[in-house]
C-alpha cells in the first residue's frame, strides 16, 4: 500500500514541483473521504494540485470559477422544459463529479456557497424537491484567495470546519522553481499524469484506514491536544467534537499511508496543523496567527505524560 | 532596569498602606516630626512614581538620614532606650521609600515591616492591638502578593484576598507552634520603659500632701471567684500594711527593721469558717506585693506570704501576673502579739499633734480603757461630728493629725485611716494603716470582678485581745455610700473623679449600652489575657505533661515530629504526589523512569518531543547510548502504540529490564 502513495505522491509531484509534503496531505485529506480547503494566492499552484489529483487518482473532474453573480442552480444544475418529450428534464451541474474545484469560493454569495456545502456534507443534492445522489467518491477542492478580501463573503467557521483541511502551498525552494521555469510545464493541461490508484483500491484504502489501531496513549495524547485549544488563553474557542474526529481520522490515513496499522503521536503532530487551524479561533489578545497557535499547543502539550 | 525587577504599580500601593497602617499605633509615642518625615517620604516616591521627580541622590539620602539621627537624640536625649530605638527603627522604615527603586528593595521593606510589627507589642500587648497586627500583618502580606502579580493588572483587593488565605492556611500551624513550641528564655532583652502608675497604692502614705487626688479608671486587677463573691463590703483587697510613721508619712517595715525571729510568715493553723477560693489577675505594677482578701493563702509556688499576712512576690511585676488564692475572710489572725509587734504597732514620734494625743488618751480612759469600747467610740466620733469626705481635701501642715481632727475635717480614706491609727497607737492600743482597693466592678458578662484603680484604699487595723487583728475601716463611718457601692456612684465628676482619664468608658457608665459594651470588652481583654498573655513556659508545661505525661527530649521530639506529620503530611503529600502519573499504565512510568535518569545526564526530554524525536536527540548528543535508548524506545513504542500483544506481560518486563540496567554516566 505504501509503494503505491509514494507512487502516487511522486507523480503528482511531476506536475507540482517541490510540494512532496503538501501533496501527501492533500492526498491523506482525500483518502479520509474529507474536503480539502486551499488557501493560497493566486498562481502558486492550486488548480495544478487538484488536477494532478483527479487525474492520478482517475477521476472525473469539474472546476467551477466562483463569482459574485454565480447561483445555486449554475452549481447544481436545473431541470428544463424539454418540447420533443413535453416533460421537464433535469440537467446536471457541474457538481455531478467525482472532484470538484470551486476556486475562489469566498468570491461567491454566502447563498451559493451553502448550496455547495450542503452538496459537501451530505452527499447528495436536492432540486425542484427531488433528491440525487452524486457520484462516490465526491471530493470538493476549494481554493481562496487570502488577500484582497473586498467584495468577497468569508466563509464562516461554522462553514470552514466541513473542510477536513487547510493546506497553504507557499513559493517553491529555488531549485524547484528553476527547473520549473526551465522544464516543459507551461500549463497544467498538457502534462499526462499516469493513474496511480483506481477507484475500488481508494475504498479498499478507506476501509483498511478505518482500521488503524489508536492506542490509550494516543488517544490520550490527542485529548490532550483538543483539551488545550479549549482552556488555554489565546484560544477564543476551541476544537469541536467534529474537529477531533477529523483528527482521529485524517491522523489513521495518516499512518496507513505511512505502512503503520497504528498511530503514533508524530501522525498527530504531522496532520494537527492542517486539520485544526482553520478551525480555530485566536484570542483578540494573542498577536501571532492560528499558525502560532498551532505551535505553541505543540510546543505545549506533553506526548507522553498529562 | 529590566522589567521584571520592577516594583508593579499595584503593589506601591500595597506597600505604602502597609507602612502607613504600621505608623499609626505608634504615632502617640514618636515625636511629630517623625510623621512628617514618612509623610514627605511617601509624597517624594509618590512624586517619583509620577515621574516628575527622580530618585535623590546619595548625598541628599545621607543628609535626611542625620538630620534624622540627630532629631532623635535630641528628642529623646539619648539613641539607647527602648524608645528611642524605635524612633530610629521607624525613621529608617521611612526613608527606604526614598530608595525604593527596584523590587529587593520591596522585599526588605515588606520583611523589615514584619519586624516592625512586633515592636508595637513592646508597649502594649492588648487584645485591640493584636487583632490591629494581624490586620497589619495581611495588608504586609498582601503587599508581598502584589509584588508577584504582573505589571498591567490595576490596583485590585485580589492581593489582600490571597494574603487572607494564605494567613488563615497558617494559622493551625501558629496555633501549634504556639502551644507546642519551646519557650527558651531570650538570651537578651529589651529594656522595658515602663511608665509609673498613674495612681493606685504606692509604697508610702502622707495624706496631708495630697489637695487634689487624681484618679484612674484602669483596671488594676480582675478576679475570678470560683464559686461566689463576697458581699461587697467584705472586699477589702490587702495590699500593704503600714506600721511605721515618720515625718507624717506611713511607710511598710523594711526588712532590715524587723529582727530575724519575726520575719518568718504567720500561719494560722486551724482553719474554719467561710472559704473563698479566687484567682487574681494583677496587671504590672512594678512592684512586689499582691492584692488578697485576708486570711490569704496562696496555691502557687511563687506567691509567698508574710508576717503582716499578705502576699508577695519574690520579683516585681514586670508583666501581668495570674495566681491563685483561698481566703477565710471570717479567721481571727495572730491572737497572740510578740512584744516586738506589740511596740512597732503601738510606737509614735516623740512629739507632735498633741492635741489629738491628748483627746485619744482621753477617749481611752472614758472608755474604762478597754480597747474594744475606744474603737467604737472613735467610730461614733467620726460619725456623729462634722467631718466630711472629699476628694479634694485642703493641704495640711506639719501638725497634720491636729489640723484635720480639729480643723480641716474633710478628706479620704487616707485621712481617715491614718488619724483612726495615730488615735489608737497614742492611746496604747496597736493599729496600723492597711493599703490596698476595695470592692471592685462585678461584670454581669462573665462574672469576673474588675477591680479599678479608683477602687484604691486605706483603712486600719486594731489588735483587740481574744481577737487579733480587726477591720476598722473609718471612711466605711464617714462615707458608708462608698464602701457599699463603690466610689463612682458615691461621687459626682465634679469631684475629680476620672481627672485623669477624660477620655475613660467609664465617665459614661451611666448610659447603659456604653456600659455594657465596656464590660463586653473587659471580657474579652480579661480571657486574652489569661489564654493567650498568660501562657507561659509553666503553663505549656502543665499542658504538655497532660498531652504526653512525663516529660522528656525523646517525648518531646515525637509530640513535635507527630504533629508536624500533622500538619505538614498533607501539604507534602499534595506537593510530592504526582497525580497525574498514578493513572498512567505502566509502561509510560517506566518510560518516564528512563526520561528522568536521561534528564539527570543533562537531555531533558521537551514536552513535545515524541519518543523517537526524543531518541535521535539524545543519541546526537550522546552517541555512546545509541543502543541501550534505540531498545528502551522501541520497547516502549512497541508497548504503548501497538495494539496489545500475546506477550504483553514479557515486553513490560523486557522495558522494565532495560531501563533498570540504563545506567548512564556523567561525561
Redesign the interface.
Known amino acids: 500500500m505504501r509503494e503505491i502513495i509514494d507512487k502516487t505522491v511522486a507523480e503528482v509531484g511531476k506536475a507540482l514541483l517541490g510540494k512532496e509534503p503538501q501533496i501527501r496531505l492533500a492526498l491523506c485529506c482525500l483518502l479520509s473521504r474529507g474536503h480539502l480547503l486551499i488557501e493560497d494566492l493566486p498562481g502558486m499552484g492550486k488548480t495544478t494540485l487538484s488536477h494532478a489529483l483527479a487525474q492520478v487518482l482517475g477521476l472525473s473532474y469539474k472546476r467551477v470559477q466562483f463569482t459574485s453573480d454565480l447561483l445555486p442552480a449554475d452549481i447544481l444544475g436545473v431541470s428544463v422544459f424539454d418540447q420533443a418529450s413535453t416533460s421537464f428534464s433535469f440537467h446536471h451541474g457541474p457538481i455531478f463529479t467525482q472532484l470538484l474545484l470551486a476556486d475562489e469560493i469566498n468570491r461567491t454569495t454566502p447563498r451559493t456557497q451553502s448550496a455547495l456545502l450542503e452538496a459537501m456534507a451530505e452527499g447528495q443534492v436536492t432540486v425542484d424537491g427531488e433528491t440525487r445522489q452524486l457520484p462516490r467518491p465526491f471530493f470538493v477542492i476549494a481554493t481562496q484567495n487570502p488577500l484582497h478580501q473586498s467584495g468577497t463573503y468569508p466563509l464562516p467557521e461554522s462553514q470552514l470546519d466541513r473542510f477536513l483541511m487547510r493546506i497553504e502551498l507557499g513559493y517553491p525552494d529555488p531549485a524547484a522553481e528553476r527547473s520549473m521555469l526551465l522544464g516543459d510545464h507551461s500549463g497544467t493541461a498538457s502534462i499526462v499524469l499516469e493513474e496511480c490508484l483506481e477507484v475500488s483500491q481508494l475504498i479498499a484504502f478507506r476501509e483498511a484506514a478505518g482500521k488503524v489501531?489508536a492506542?490509550?496513549?494516543?488517544m490520550d495524547y490527542l485529548q490532550r491536544l483538543v483539551g488545550h485549544t479549549r482552556v488555554a488563553s489565546g484560544f477564543a474557542c476551541g476544537l469541536s467534537p467534529r474537529g477531533s474526529m477529523a483528527l482521529l481520522q485524517s491522523a489513521r490515513t495518516w499512518a496507513l499511508m505511512h505502512g503503520r496499522?497504528?498511530?503514533?503521536?508524530?501522525d498527530l503532530?504531522a496532520i494537527l496543523p492542517s486539520v485544526a487551524s482553520h478551525r480555530l479561533v485566536a484570542n483578540s489578545d494573542f498577536a501571532g496567527d492560528n499558525h502560532a497557535l498551532i505551535r505553541e499547543t505543540?510546543?505545549?502539550?506533553?506526548?507522553?505524560?498529562? | 532596569m529590566k522589567l521584571e525587577q520592577q516594583i508593579p504599580r499595584n503593589a506601591l500601593i500595597w506597600i505604602v498602606l502597609a507602612q502607613f497602617s504600621l505608623l499609626l499605633p505608634h504615632l502617640g509615642r514618636v515625636p511629630m516630626w517623625l510623621v512628617l518625615v514618612y509623610v514627605a517620604a511617601a509624597g517624594t516616591r509618590v512624586l517619583v512614581y509620577q515621574g516628575r521627580w527622580s530618585f535623590p541622590s546619595r548625598g541628599v539620602k545621607v543628609v535626611c538620614a542625620a538630620t534624622c539621627l540627630g532629631g532623635i537624640w535630641l528628642s529623646y536625649d539619648s539613641l539607647i532606650g527602648l524608645e528611642p530605638t524605635v524612633a530610629l527603627l521607624l525613621v529608617a522604615f521611612s526613608l527606604k521609600l526614598l530608595e525604593l527603586a527596584q523590587k529587593k528593595d520591596a522585599y526588605l521593606l515588606l520583611f523589615l515591616a514584619y519586624f516592625v510589627c512586633v515592636t508595637e507589642f513592646l508597649f502594649s500587648q492588648e487584645l485591640q492591638v493584636t487583632l490591629y497586627l494581624l490586620a497589619v500583618v495581611t495588608v504586609i502580606t498582601a503587599a508581598l502578593v502584589a509584588l508577584q502579580q504582573p505589571e498591567k493588572l490595576e490596583f485590585s483587593l485580589l492581593p489582600l484576598r490571597r494574603a487572607g488565605v494564605m494567613l488563615l492556611q497558617a494559622f493551625p500551624l501558629m496555633l501549634i507552634l504556639f502551644l507546642v513550641f519551646p519557650r527558651i528564655d531570650p538570651l537578651w532583652s529589651v529594656p522595658l520603659q515602663r511608665q509609673a502608675a498613674k495612681s493606685g497604692v504606692s509604697n508610702f502614705m502622707s495624706p496631708g500632701d495630697i489637695s487634689n487626688l487624681s484618679l484612674s479608671g484602669d483596671v488594676a486587677f480582675r478576679v475570678q471567684f470560683d464559686d461566689f463573691v463576697p458581699a461587697r463590703s467584705q472586699l477589702y483587697w490587702r495590699g500593704l500594711v503600714f506600721s511605721k510613721l515618720e515625718d507624717s508619712t506611713w511607710r511598710a517595715l523594711t526588712w532590715s527593721e524587723v529582727p530575724a525571729n519575726e520575719r518568718r510568715p504567720l500561719v494560722v493553723q486551724n482553719l474554719v469558717g467561710q472559704r473563698f477560693d479566687y484567682s487574681v489577675l494583677l496587671e504590672a505594677t512594678q512592684q512586689n506585693w499582691l492584692y488578697s482578701l485576708r486570711y490569704a493563702r496562696p496555691s502557687d509556688l511563687g506567691v509567698m506570704s508574710t508576717n503582716d499576712f499578705r502576699l508577695q512576690s519574690p520579683i516585681e511585676l514586670e508583666d501581668q501576673k495570674e495566681y491563685r488564692v483561698s481566703s477565710w475572710t471570717d479567721i481571727p489572725i495572730e491572737l497572740e502579739l510578740s512584744d516586738w509587734r506589740r511596740e512597732v504597732e503601738t510606737q509614735l514620734p516623740l512629739s507632735g499633734n498633741s492635741r489629738t494625743r491628748e483627746l485619744a488618751q482621753q477617749m481611752y480612759s472614758e472608755a474604762g480603757e478597754d480597747s474594744r469600747s475606744f474603737v467604737r467610740a472613735t467610730m461614733a466620733m467620726f460619725t456623729e461630728q462634722d467631718f466630711h469626705y472629699t476628694l479634694r481635701p485642703p493641704r495640711l501642715g506639719g501638725n497634720s493629725m491636729d489640723e484635720f481632727l480639729f480643723e480641716s475635717r474633710r478628706g479620704f480614706c487616707e485621712h481617715y485611716a491614718a488619724v483612726f491609727v495615730y488615735m489608737m497607737r497614742a492611746a496604747g492600743v496597736p493599729a496600723r494603716v492597711v493599703a490596698g482597693y476595695q470592692g471592685g466592678e462585678l461584670s454581669p458578662i462573665n462574672g469576673t470582678l474588675i477591680v479599678h484603680q479608683f477602687d484604691a484604699h486605706a483603712w486600719a487595723e486594731v489588735w483587740l485581745p481574744g481577737e487579733g487583728w480587726v477591720r476598722a475601716d473609718p471612711t466605711a463611718a464617714i462615707a458608708p455610700e462608698r464602701i457599699e457601692r463603690g466610689l463612682q456612684y458615691s461621687m459626682g465628676d465634679d469631684e475629680g473623679f476620672l481627672s485623669g482619664s477624660p477620655l475613660s468608658p467609664l465617665r459614661y457608665r451611666n448610659v447603659a449600652w456604653v456600659n455594657l459594651l465596656r464590660l463586653r470588652l473587659d471580657a474579652m481583654n480579661y480571657s486574652w489575657q489569661r489564654l493567650v498573655m498568660e501562657f507561659d513556659s509553666a503553663k505549656q508545661y502543665n499542658l504538655l505533661s497532660g498531652l504526653i505525661g512525663e516529660i522528656s527530649p525523646a517525648r518531646i521530639a515525637t509530640l513535635v515530629g507527630v504533629i508536624w506529620m500533622l500538619v505538614l503530611g498533607p501539604v507534602l503529600y499534595t506537593l510530592l504526589r504526582r497525580p497525574a502519573r498514578a493513572k498512567l499504565d505502566p509502561a509510560t512510568l517506566s518510560y518516564l523512569d528512563f526520561c528522568d535518569r536521561m534528564a539527570a545526564q543533562g537531555c531533558v526530554r521537551e514536552p513535545r518531543e515524541t519518543p523517537a524525536d526524543y531518541a535521535r536527540r539524545a543519541i546526537e548528543q550522546r552517541p555512546e547510548w545509541g543502543e541501550q535508548v534505540m531498545a528502551i524506545t522501541g520497547a516502549y513504542e512497541t508497548l504503548s502504540y501497538l495494539p496489545p500483544l500475546q506477550d504483553q506481560e514479557a515486553q513490560l518486563q523486557k522495558l522494565r529490564n532495560l531501563v533498570r540496567g540504563f545506567r548512564p554516566r556523567k561525561q
Open positions: 489501531h492506542s490509550d496513549n494516543v496499522s497504528h498511530i503514533v503521536p508524530e503532530q505543540l510546543a505545549t502539550v506533553d506526548v507522553i505524560k498529562p
